[in-house]
């Protein structure tokens, strides 16, 4: 949500990453589910009064919350009436989902964190990195892998070259 005390962090976070993400070929999009009116004033709000003044890539107003309920992370009890409108009990907020999508439009790396929790921006980066490694030289990307890290061949061959040689 707009004007909360975590959001503008990630906002920022990834608003200093992203000549990193641009470098990959990575767009970056933000959505709530607030208007596009709050989005809006959020933006003319400074950073040192929790505001995301200086954020330039886009954000999207899913004041119907039809993608967070479509993405899986609307953080509320809810339904659709007969007519197919949602409806909640309480505040239908979302929580907080990072999803990687790739050109054809699926979902290669999701994760959604808790209302208070904040996403490490770092992490995405490593893991835009495994992705593009796999696609690009077809090795998969052990636990702890980051670029310039070997990968390894996905065969029964591959894993245990990999395990005796680390």
Known sequence: MDFTFVCPTELHAFQEKLEEFEKRNVAVVGVSVDSEYSHFAWLQQPKNKGGIQGVTYPLVSDFSKTISLDYGVLASEYDLNEDGRLTSQGAPVAYRGLFLIDKEGAIRHYVVNDLPLGRNVEEVIRVVDALQHFEENGEVC?????????????????????????
């Open 142 to 166: 052990p636990a702890n892998w980051s670029k310039g890290k070997e990968g390894m061949q996905a065969t029964n061959e591959g894993v245990s070259g990999y395990l005796s040689n680390h």
